[in-house]
């Protein structure tokens, strides 16, 4: 690091409470968002409050050093990247400060996250409606640098439309708040800059009147607009002149916000929604102009590649498969929403009618309730994140995805960009806001090769396109580095010389976010490019199988191909962690399962998106030589619980536990393994011994601490009486229904589970046996404790064990079924990545949680199993991560509904935090208890003594105990009891 940066470090970390980081591992993190840029910040500022911000914008000034405010770092223009010290407002400026209600305003500061505010607002009945797609993790600061816009825009407003003020830092340090505030009731140092922002665009009024494209998505450039009321602003009453108004969409460019004053609106209390299917693309978007005229809230485009990658993904397949009628070329969601349901029911009639007459009968789904509703704008909110699910190099890429042109001509336009693309040999994707004009087009490149000559030549040919139709080229996500070029085309030379005053009066070091909106790069500079000239992934031998990353799909003829499938992570583990878009979608405020230890540290290296980045930096050299055997890469996977809520939740597939095996196979052969790691993975091994002497065994408290485990724990206890040391290996009546695998954990720990679940399947009808190894060998195992602690060729050698036993069940179509769903899932997941073959994919196949195999057996009508109401009336469910991951928790619901009276209550919460041996580690606990304390102890803590907990976790239920001082019990063991 330069010494002046050292200095700046130094001088930083004197002066602030927060967290300040200049490591390259943190840096490198830093250097990206959710765009096709990658700049190497020269430092990191976490602000713990804003005299922390003010100090940092002080020390930084005071060092010559350029400042960007960031916060949750979704911006898809490269707006939050470059040579400057980042200044994250995320993490802990994220308080809501003031409220009025009779005003309807809100006050937060930056960092705070739109839903976060939603959430806060509904009690009230009030809303902030900018509701971009990105709303469970984007942040008020950065929506109002972009000016950000959202779905119900055409009813809504922009951001610019919906701020009442802002409370700023200048460049110089002097706070301001900027508003409707009468030029005498400014600080001089503020009116001095307001009275010539004025007089600049009282100057240029004539230019501003000719250039200033004439549609509400028009986001490019600085607001010098707002000095003249305009017909095209009904979004608001007041005309008066709001300076606010200035730095919405500014980039960061003019100043840095401290708190924003919103104006809310009030929640609508009742929505339909109707769905459109279209038999081609172009009768979508001629529709729309005539759909508008309904006088809907929203009005949104899903074509024919995003349907398709929606039905691909397991969470989004049955919510998109409902509002399908046969096989549609794209959807409109057009949304009803206001005081009065049955005027919303008469809209969606009128829908109806409308597309009658417009030749389509028959074309709409009609989703009057609640809920179908929701679960389709999740999908129709994740669109950015389901485009970027395309594997291989050839992504679909931001650039002019945001044009706008009036709606009369948006049929034409998409028509003849879509020729455009197909004359560069490629294809785009279409979605979002059809109500104004503004579709999301990417089109498909490889950006390491020939994408940046082709993202030059379609940007030249679209902006001729949108010139023509009188739009604006940039529409709705910003400048940043990829449009702020072409600022000086869309307002001319007169403007653009303005926007460069602007600038200057605020910001005359140019220390403020440089390059974005004036004075900018070029677009195609590849030295600013995530895949910069050279880029390769260092040579590695994998340990898991990653060929299915190594593919390649043709961008107009959709066709996949796999050019290889060895070990050279260029084609495999490498193109698996660069799928990551950035979009910070694991950040989301209501996180579900996704990311459990983000939701506690709040920090970007615990996150998944910050692992993803720091993966692809060690794979592609850019962290030193050691590549996975770093210590930033250790540092970075330490509080990875495994929890596989990204390989379900993230619309792009980023699968992290399974790269934290990777990983810690790597670190594993270059560094070898702790005795704490040896003991856990050999657990399997150990297992005949401890059922021989379990006291001596579970005397290991005496020596837990030393071996770095957590002294507050009660570690597992060992088990004489094993469930395959008590239990016959069938019923003896014949050929078996049903095979139940004896995992390590609860043969050894908890026995009565296994024998509780032979019981029910018993009681069912079911012929029941139980897998058994050859004559001599060790019990079953998948292999788990060996996975966690790296050692994947002891992994491998117990699953072929398992194969081997469970083959002839599955190969005679018995269902194989597990009461653990962290071993029972592995046989489904890695057992499939281990270069196991055909038989892998046999018994994976067969294999299933006996709550899913109770359920399908219900939905067949081929359960016979009489319960009785239990003394219990109430149950708490708790779903273990694999649960939720592999979407089996709605087969839980399922069969505790089969207990008569039973009111099955689910706990909203992530990872419970024990995961494995995680929550043992002595340097886990406090993080471990963290998690659990986010939801799941508070809930069962509330719960009365006659509420049953319920939680097929081993682990969970350990968790449970261990904070809550209550038993959990598994399902099987629920129904068992309910035997009549």
């Not at 509703?373 to 679909?396: C, F, T």
């Not at 709705?476 to 303005?498: I, N, Y």
């Not at 599955?810 to 899932?825: R, Y």
Request: net charge neutral; proline share 5%; hydrophobic share 40%.
């Amino acid at each position: 690091m330069p010494s002046d940066m050292s200095k700046l470090e130094q001088n930083l970390r004197r002066s602030l409470k927060g967290d300040v980081l200049f490591d390259r591992a943190s840096r490198g993190r830093y250097s990206t968002d959710a765009s096709i840029y990658q700049i190497e910040p020269v430092g990191v500022v976490v602000p713990r409050d804003e005299a922390d911000l003010a100090l940092a914008v002080d020390v930084a000034r005071d060092a010559k050093a350029a400042i960007l405010p960031r916060g949750a770092g979704t911006s898809q223009c490269g707006q939050t990247v470059g040579d400057a010290l980042v200044i994250d407002c995320s993490k802990y400026l994220r308080e809501i400060v003031g409220f009025d209600k009779n005003k309807s305003q809100v006050t937060v500061q930056p960092g705070v996250v739109l839903d976060q505010l939603n959430a806060w607002l509904k009690p009230h009945g009030l809303w902030y409606p900018v509701d971009v797609s990105t709303s469970a993790q984007c942040t008020l600061g950065g929506m109002a640098g972009n000016n950000s816009c959202g779905s119900r825009s055409i009813r809504y407003g922009n951001m610019v439309h919906n701020v009442a003020s802002i409370d700023a830092l200048l460049a110089n340090g002097q706070r301001a708040r900027f508003g409707s505030a009468r030029p005498e009731h400014m600080p001089e140092g503020v009116r001095a800059i307001a009275d010539k922002v004025a007089e600049l665009a009282f100057a240029e009024r004539d230019e501003i009147e000719r250039m200033y494209p004439r549609v509400l998505r028009r986001v490019g450039g600085y607001n010098l607009d707002i000095f003249f009321p305009q017909s095209e602003r009904p979004y608001t009453t007041d005309n008066s002149v709001n300076l606010a108004h200035l730095l919405v969409g500014s980039e960061g460019t003019l100043a840095v916000t401290e708190r924003l004053t919103l104006n809310l609106a009030p929640l609508p209390k009742h929505k339909t929604l109707g769905v459109v299917n279209f038999p081609s693309f172009y009768k979508a978007m001629d529709s729309a102009q005539h759909i508008v005229k309904l006088n809907p809230a929203a009005v949104e485009l899903v074509d024919r590649t995003m349907i398709e990658l929606a039905r691909a993904n397991p969470a989004f397949r049955p919510v998109i498969e409902r509002a399908l009628i046969g096989k549609p070329e794209a959807i409109l969601l057009v949304e009803f929403a206001g005081e009065e349901r049955e005027a919303q029911l008469r809209d969606l009639t009128r829908l109806v009618e409308l597309m009658a007459d417009l030749g389509l009968p028959g074309s709409v789904v009609e989703m009057p309730e609640p809920r179908p509703q929701s679960e389709l704008w999740e999908v129709r909110k994740a669109g950015l994140n389901i485009m970027m699910s395309m594997k291989g190099d050839g992504k679909p890429v931001s650039f002019i995805e945001d044009c706008a042109v009036p709606l009369e001509h948006l049929a034409d336009y998409t028509q003849r960009l879509t020729d455009v693309f197909g004359k560069h040999g490629t294809r785009g994707t279409w979605y979002a806001h059809a109500s104004v004009g503004t579709l999301h087009v990417r089109p498909i490149l490889d950006m390491r090769r020939e994408g940046a000559e082709k993202m030059r030549a379609i940007a030249e040919e679209a902006s001729a396109l949108v010139r023509e139709y009188k739009g604006a080229f940039s529409g709705e996500h910003g400048d940043g580095l990829v449009r702020s070029e072409w600022v000086a085309w869309q307002f001319g030379p007169r403007l653009t010389k303005a926007f460069e005053t602007v600038k200057d009066l605020f910001d005359p070091e140019n220390i403020l976010n440089p390059g974005k909106i004036v004075r900018p790069s070029r677009m195609d500079d590849r030295s600013l490019f995530r895949f910069k000239p050279g880029y390769e992934s260092i040579k590695y031998e994998p340990a898991l199988d990653w060929s299915a990353w190594n593919v390649q799909t043709d961008p107009v003829t959709e066709i996949s191909t796999a050019p290889g499938t060895g070990g050279d992570l260029a084609g495999g583990f490498a193109k698996a962690a660069e799928m990551c878009n950035n979009n910070g979608h694991c950040r989301k405020f209501d996180a579900g399962t996704m990311c459990p230890s983000f939701r506690v540290t709040r920090d970007e290296k615990h996150l998944t998106r910050g692992r993803a980045n720091t993966l692809r930096l060690a794979l592609s050299g850019q962290l030193g030589s050691e590549g996975l055997r770093s210590d930033s890469v250790a540092a970075a996977m330490d509080l990875c619980v495994s929890c596989k809520g990204c390989k379900r939740d993230c619309p792009t597939g980023v699968d992290m536990a399974r790269m934290k095996i990777e990983v810690k196979s790597a670190r594993r052969m270059a560094k070898g393994l702790s005795w704490r790691d040896r003991l856990i993975g050999a657990t399997p091994s150990m297992a005949p011994w401890a059922r021989r002497l379990p006291w001596l065994f579970n005397a290991a408290w005496f020596v837990q601490s030393y071996l770095g485990f957590a002294k507050q724990r009660r570690l597992p206890q060992w088990r004489g009486d094993t469930f395959l040391s008590t239990t016959d290996v069938d019923d003896g009546h014949g050929e078996p229904t049903v095979v139940i695998f004896a995992d390590t954990f609860s043969n050894n720990f908890e026995p009565e589970i296994l024998h509780a679940a032979r019981r029910v399947l018993a009681a069912a009808g079911h012929r029941v046996a139980v897998a058994w190894p050859t004559l001599g060998a060790p019990a079953l195992c998948c292999g788990r404790t060996y996975l966690a602690t790296g050692q994947v060729e002891r992994a491998r050698a117990e699953a072929r064990r398992t194969l081997n036993a469970l083959l002839p069940f599955a190969q005679k179509g018995v269902p194989i079924v597990g009461l653990e769903p962290s071993c029972l899932f592995t046989m489904r997941d890695e057992f499939l990545a281990m270069g196991l073959g055909e038989d892998a994919d046999l018994v994976a196949a067969h294999a299933v949680l006996f709550e899913e195999f109770l359920a399908r057996e219900q939905k067949a009508g081929r359960l016979d199993l009489a319960l009785r109401p239990l003394s219990e009336r109430k149950a708490l469910l708790h779903g273990h991560c694999h649960q939720k991951a592999f979407g089996a928790m709605s087969a839980v619901q399922e069969v505790l509904s089969l207990v008569p009276d039973l009111a099955v209550t689910p706990i909203e919460s992530s990872c419970c935090g024990m995961a494995g041996s995680f929550g043992y580690e002595a340097e886990h606990y406090e993080t471990s208890i963290a998690m659990a304390e986010l939801s799941l102890l508070p809930a069962v803590r509330k719960a009365d003594a006659g509420t049953l907990v319920v939680a097929d976790g081993t682990s969970c239920r350990h968790q449970i105990a261990d904070g809550a001082d209550r038993q959990a019990i598994h399902v099987a063991q629920v129904l068992e009891r309910a035997l009549a």
